[in-house]
C-alpha cells in the first residue's frame, strides 16, 4: 500500500511539472515550433585503384524536397515548380498528393537540380513554403567511365527489392549498390546513415538544430585494378566490343578489366529517367553484362593449347610429332578446310602452335582423343565458374563424349576434329581462358582470380585483406609447361601473334579466331564477323602480367586482339622497359611497408 | 452447483470501473488514429472495442469456477505457458523485429503477456505448498530460478520490458511474503552480478534505449525523440487538456505507437493534469481494492493470487507511465485496461476476473 501511495506520488509530482509548471514551455513545442526528424545520408566509400587512385567518389547534388503539411498553398507552389523545373503541373500534384498519408515526412519531388534550378528557387523561396532543397552526396567517376562493368552502379533500392527478406532494413529510396563491386560490398561502401532532429516554424522553415545523429561514412576499397593499366585498356579497346581482363599470374590480382558496350554510371548517379533505365536494360547488346566473366565464346584457336598440353602428357604427342598440311583435311569424305589456302606444309608442333595450323590440330586432337581433352580442360578450370565472385558467372561448356540423354547423337570423329580447334560444343569466358593462360604461365597453379585488395575504414582501420588463394595444382608436367611457353613466345615473335610484340619484352600468347555460328544457321553469314581472341602473358620467363582480349566480331585473333594486348603491356611495363623483371615485385614491397 | 450467494458478494463496482477504463481506451485509440490516412490503424479502436467484447466474456467466465480448481492446474498452465514461449521463439511471427507473437487460427497472439499471470499463478501455488518452509531460503531458490528462466526467454525474443516486469511480479510477492532482508541480500547481490550479464544478452536498440535514457543526447532519432515528443505531449496539455480529439501532438505522427505503449501521453495531452489525475487515481482504486481482496481472502492460495495479480497491475501501471513521462527508460510494457492490444486486454481481463472470483467466495471454505 505504502508503495502504491509513493509510486502514485512520483507519477503525480511528475505530471505536475510537466502539465502545470512546463506546461506552457511545451504547448509552445507543439504548436509554434515543431520538431522534425529526417535522415542525413552517409555517403559512400570511396573505390580506389591499388595505388590509392580514386575511381569512384562522391560530388554533393542538390535534391528537392516538399513537406506537404507545410505547403500552405499548393496551388501556387505547383505552378512555380512546374515553371522551373519544366515538368507538367499535374506531375507534381500527384506526387505531392501521395505524401498526404503522411504529412510531416519530406518527399523528395526532383533529385540533382541543376544549377539554374537552384537559382531560380532560392529567388522564388517566398513563394514556396515547405519546399526545401538539401544537399546529398551522389556517385562521382574521376576516371570517366571506366570499368563501369567492374565497379558497377547505384541506385534506389527497387520496389521488389524492397518485398524481400534480405532487404528488410531499407527504407524506400535509399541508395544501393546494384551490380559488380558497388553491389557485392555494399555492406562495407555504404556506411552507416545519421539523422537530424530539427525545429521548424509553421511554415517548414529550419529554425535550430536540436540534435544531430552524424552520418558514418562507408569503408573505402582497394581495388587490385591499376588505374594506369585499366585506362590503357579501355584507350586501346575504344570502338569495339568484347572484353579486356589483365591479371597477375602469380596472384590472380584482376589489374584491368574492360567490357564493351558499356553504360554511363553517371547516369545512375544522377536522375534515370524509367524510359532510359529501360533503354539500358532491353539494351539488345547488353550493355550490363561483364563480358569478361559473364559472357562465353567458342575459344576457337586458344583450345589448341588445351589439346597440345593433352597429348603431350598422355603421350600422344611429343614436340617432334609432325603432321602435314595441306590446306584441307578429309575425315573419310568430309573436308575441313585450314586457314592458309594452300596449307603450312609438315610442321612439329611447336610450329603448329606458332602458325595456328588447323590441319595439324585436327590430327593431333584425333589421335589424342577427346576424352583426354576435356580431362585437361576440366582441370584448367574449363567449364566452371572462376569463383570471382561479382554475381553471377559463365562456366562455358565441355564436349560430353557420352550423352546421357537418349535421342541425343552419338560423339563422333567429325565432332572431335571440330572440338580441337575451339568450335562446336567448347564453350568458354574470357576469364576462365585468362585463369588458364595464367596457369600455363605459372606452372600450372589455378588462382582465383580477385578484384580488391582490401577494405579500409574512415578512420584508417583495415577491416578486410584479401590474399591470393591457390585454389588447386594442375597434376602437369612441369616440361609440357615450359615446352608451351616457349611455343606461345614463338606465337608472338614469329608466328600469328607479331603484332602484340613489344620491344625488349618477351611476350607469350596465342590468337584465336572463333567463328560465329548462330544455332540452326550452318553457314555464317558474310556479314557476322567472326570474334578475336588473343590469350598471353609476360615476359615469359618470369611471368607478371597475363591478358586476355576478345573482340567480338572483330575478324583475326592476330589482327584485331594482338595489338590492344600490345597496348595493355606498353602501359604495365612502360617505365620498366627494357628492366621489366622488378615489375610488380616491386609494388609488391611497397604494400607490405604500408601494412608494418 | 452455483451459488446464489456468490451474486450478492459479487463487486459490482470494481466490474463496471474495468469496464469505464476499457471504453475509455477504445476512445482513445480512436483519437490517437483520428487523423491517420492509413485504413490498418483507422480501424484499430474497432478491433480494440472486439477484443474488449471478448475481454469481458473472459472476466466473467474467470468468476465462475472456483478459483481453487485453477490451484490444481497451476503447475500445468506454468509449464503449458513455458512451452509457448520456446515456440515463439522457434517460430514466432515477428512484429516490429521481435519475435513475440504465434498465430492460432488466424489470431495473433503473445505469450509473454499471458506468462506473466501464469507466473503469478505458479509461484502462488508454490508459495502455498511450501507455506511450512518459507522461511529457509532454499525454498526460494526454485522460484527465483524460473522466474529467471522464464523473464530470459522473454529477453530473448527480445521483449526487455516484460522480462523486467516479470522479475519485478516475482521480487515483490516474495517481498510480500515477509520474506526477511538477509534472503533478500543475495538476490541483490546476484542481482548486481547479473544485470552486466544481462547487458550483453540484449539487443543493440534495447542497449542504446538505456543508454538515451542516461544521456538524451546521445541519439535523437532514436529512443529519445520517443521521450521527447512525448514529453512534449503530456506538457501541451497543461491543467485542462486540450479535449478530445484535438491532441494535436500524438495525433499527428510525431509520437509513434501513440496507439499502444504511448496512450498514456495522447490522455495526458487530451485531458490534462486533471484528466491524467482522475486516470491514475482509477488505477490507484483498482490496485488498492486488488490488496485488499488479498487480504480479505479466504486462503493462504487466494491471498498470494490476488497479491500478485495487484502487484503486477501496480508494476505494469508505474514503469509504463512513468516512460512516458520520461522518467524510465523505453521499455515496451502497454498500459493495462487501455493500450491497444488484444493479448494484453485478455490477459488483464482474466487476472481481474480472477480478483473477482476471489472476492465473491471469501467466506466461502
Known amino acids: ?596 | 452447483m452455483f451459488d446464489r450467494r456468490l451474486l450478492t458478494y459479487f463487486d459490482w463496482g470494481f466490474a463496471c470501473t474495468i469496464l469505464g477504463m476499457g471504453c475509455l481506451g477504445v476512445l482513445s485509440i480512436y483519437s490517437a488514429n483520428a487523423l491517420t490516412t492509413s485504413p490498418f490503424r483507422q480501424t484499430l479502436h474497432l478491433r480494440q472495442l472486439t477484443w474488449l467484447a471478448a475481454g469481458l466474456v473472459v472476466l466473467f467466465l474467470a468468476c465462475t469456477g472456483s478459483y481453487r480448481n485453477l490451484s490444481r492446474f497451476a503447475y500445468v498452465i506454468f509449464g503449458a505457458s513455458m512451452l509457448m514461449l520456446l515456440v515463439v521463439l522457434v517460430l514466432g511471427k515477428t512484429g516490429l523485429g521481435a519475435q513475440r507473437w504465434i498465430r492460432i487460427g488466424g489470431i495473433a497472439f503473445q505469450p509473454s503477456e499471458f506468462m506473466k499471470l501464469s507466473l503469478v499463478l505458479f509461484l502462488a501455488r508454490y508459495f502455498d505448498d511450501h507455506r511450512e518452509t518459507l522461511h529457509q531460503p532454499k525454498t526460494m531458490l526454485l522460484p527465483a530460478g524460473l522466474t529467471l528462466l522464464t523473464a530470459l526467454l522473454v529477453l530473448k525474443q527480445p521483449d526487455l520490458g516484460t522480462a523486467l516486469l516479470l522479475v519485478f511480479i516475482s521480487l515483490s510477492m516474495m517481498l510480500l511474503l515477509g520474506l526477511h532482508w538477509r534472503y533478500l541480500l543475495p538476490l541483490a547481490i546476484g542481482g548486481g552480478v547479473l544485470t552486466p550479464l544481462m547487458w550483453t544478452l540484449l539487443k543493440d536498440y534495447q542497449r542504446r534505449r538505456i543508454l538515451v535514457f542516461l544521456n538524451p543526447e546521445l541519439d535523437p532519432l532514436g529512443a529519445s525523440y520517443h521521450i521527447a515528443q512525448s514529453k512534449i505531449a503530456v506538457g501541451s496539455g497543461g491543467a485542462f487538456g486540450k479535449g478530445w480529439l484535438a491532441a494535436s501532438q500524438s495525433q499527428l505522427n510525431f509520437l509513434p505507437m501513440n496507439h499502444t505503449d504511448f496512450l498514456f501521453a495522447v490522455l495526458a495531452e487530451q485531458w490534462g493534469f486533471v484528466g491524467s489525475l482522475l486516470v491514475l487515481l482509477v488505477y490507484v482504486y483498482l490496485i488498492t481494492r486488488g490488496f485488499q481482496i488479498a487480504m480479505e481472502s479466504a486462503d493462504f492460495f487466494a491471498s498470494l493470487l490476488a497479491t500478485g495479480i495487484s502487484a503486477m497491475l501496480a508494476i505494469q501501471v508505474f514503469i509504463n507511465v512513468a516512460m512516458v513521462l520520461g522518467l524510465l527508460p523505453v521499455v515496451g510494457i502497454p498500459l493495462p485496461l487501455l493500450s491497444y492490444g488484444g493479448s494484453s486486454l485478455l490477459t488483464t481481463m482474466l487476472s481481474l476476473g480472477l480478483l473477482l472470483n476471489i472476492h465473491m467466495r471469501r467466506f466461502m471454505y
Open chain 1, 1 to 596: 500500500m505504502v508503495c502504491v501511495g509513493i509510486g502514485c506520488l512520483i507519477l503525480l509530482l511528475r505530471l505536475w511539472y510537466l502539465q502545470i509548471l512546463e506546461g506552457d514551455r511545451y504547448l509552445t513545442l507543439s504548436t509554434n515550433n515543431r520538431l522534425r526528424l529526417r535522415v542525413v545520408e552517409a555517403p559512400r566509400g570511396f573505390i580506389l585503384d591499388r595505388n590509392g587512385e580514386a575511381m569512384v567518389e562522391n560530388r554533393p547534388t542538390f535534391d528537392l524536397y516538399a513537406t506537404p503539411e507545410d505547403v500552405t498553398n499548393p496551388a501556387e507552389v505547383t505552378g512555380v515548380l512546374a515553371d522551373i523545373l519544366q515538368i507538367p503541373a499535374s506531375e507534381i500534384e500527384a506526387r505531392l498528393a501521395e505524401g498526404r498519408t503522411r504529412p510531416y515526412q519530406p518527399l523528395l519531388l526532383r533529385k540533382d537540380l541543376d544549377e539554374a534550378m537552384m537559382v531560380a528557387v532560392e529567388e522564388r523561396r517566398i513563394d514556396l513554403p515547405g519546399i526545401n532543397l538539401r544537399i546529398r552526396p551522389v556517385r562521382a567517376y574521376p576516371s570517366g567511365g571506366t570499368a563501369a562493368n567492374l565497379l558497377g552502379y547505384v541506385s534506389e533500392v527497387n520496389q521488389s527489392q524492397l518485398q524481400r527478406e534480405e532487404y528488410r532494413n531499407f527504407r524506400p529510396g535509399e541508395n544501393l549498390g546494384q551490380s559488380g563491386v558497388e553491389r557485392r560490398y555494399d555492406a562495407f561502401i555504404r556506411g552507416v546513415d545519421g539523422g537530424e532532429q530539427i525545429e521548424v516554424d509553421a511554415r517548414g522553415r529550419t529554425l535550430r538544430l536540436v540534435n544531430r545523429d552524424e552520418p558514418q561514412s562507408g569503408s573505402n576499397v582497394f581495388l587490385t585494378i591499376d588505374r594506369k593499366i585499366q585506362e590503357a585498356a579501355e584507350a586501346a579497346f575504344i570502338g569495339k566490343k568484347g572484353t579486356v581482363v589483365a591479371m597477375n599470374p602469380t596472384t590472380g590480382e584482376i589489374l584491368a578489366m574492360v567490357s564493351r558496350p558499356s553504360f554511363d554510371p553517371n547516369l545512375f548517379a544522377q536522375r534515370l529517367s524509367g524510359e532510359e533505365w529501360r533503354r539500358i536494360a532491353t539494351d539488345t547488346s547488353h550493355p550490363l553484362q561483364n563480358r569478361a566473366f559473364q559472357a562465353q565464346y567458342p575459344p576457337g584457336s586458344i583450345f589448341k593449347l588445351i589439346v597440345a598440353i593433352a597429348g603431350l602428357e598422355s603421350g600422344a604427342l611429343t614436340p617432334e610429332t609432325r603432321f602435314n598440311c595441306s590446306g584441307q583435311f578429309y575425315l573419310g569424305n568430309v573436308k575441313f578446310d585450314d586457314w592458309k589456302k594452300g596449307g603450312h606444309g609438315t610442321l612439329d608442333l611447336r610450329r603448329a602452335i606458332v602458325n595456328s595450323c588447323n590441319v595439324y590440330f585436327y590430327q593431333a586432337g584425333l589421335r589424342v582423343g577427346i576424352d583426354e581433352i576435356v580431362r585437361v580442360s576440366r582441370a584448367f578450370g574449363l567449364g566452371e565458374p572462376p569463383g570471382l565472385g561479382l554475381g553471377d558467372e559463365a562456366k562455358g561448356n565441355l564436349p560430353n563424349p557420352q550423352p546421357k540423354r537418349r535421342g541425343q547423337p552419338n560423339w563422333t570423329a567429325g565432332n572431335t576434329v571440330i572440338a580441337s580447334i575451339g568450335q562446336g560444343m567448347v564453350v568458354t569466358s574470357p576469364m576462365q581462358i585468362l585463369a588458364m593462360v595464367s596457369a600455363i604461365a605459372n606452372g600450372g597453379t589455378i588462382y582465383r582470380p580477385f578484384v580488391v585488395k582490401k577494405i579500409v575504414s574512415l578512420s584508417g582501420d583495415v577491416l578486410e585483406v584479401y590474399e591470393p588463394e591457390a585454389m588447386r595444382q594442375v597434376n602437369v608436367n612441369p616440361e609440357t609447361l615450359a615446352f608451351m611457353r616457349q611455343a606461345m613466345l614463338g606465337v608472338v615473335n614469329e608466328g600469328t601473334g607479331q603484332r602484340s610484340k613489344v620491344p625488349g619484352l618477351p611476350i607469350g600468347g596465342k590468337t584465336g579466331t572463333a567463328q560465329v555460328v548462330k544455332k540452326g544457321e550452318e553457314k555464317r553469314s558474310a556479314d557476322v564477323k567472326d570474334h578475336a581472341w588473343f590469350a598471353s602473358f609476360a615476359p615469359v620467363d618470369n611471368p607478371q602480367l597475363a591478358v586476355v582480349v576478345l573482340v567480338e566480331n572483330g575478324g583475326f585473333g592476330g589482327a584485331v586482339a594482338a595489338p590492344v594486348a600490345k597496348a595493355v603491356y606498353e602501359a604495365a611495363f612502360k617505365d620498366r622497359l627494357p628492366g621489366a623483371r622488378q615489375a610488380i615485385v616491386e609494388s609488391k614491397e611497397v604494400e607490405d611497408e604500408e601494412e608494418d
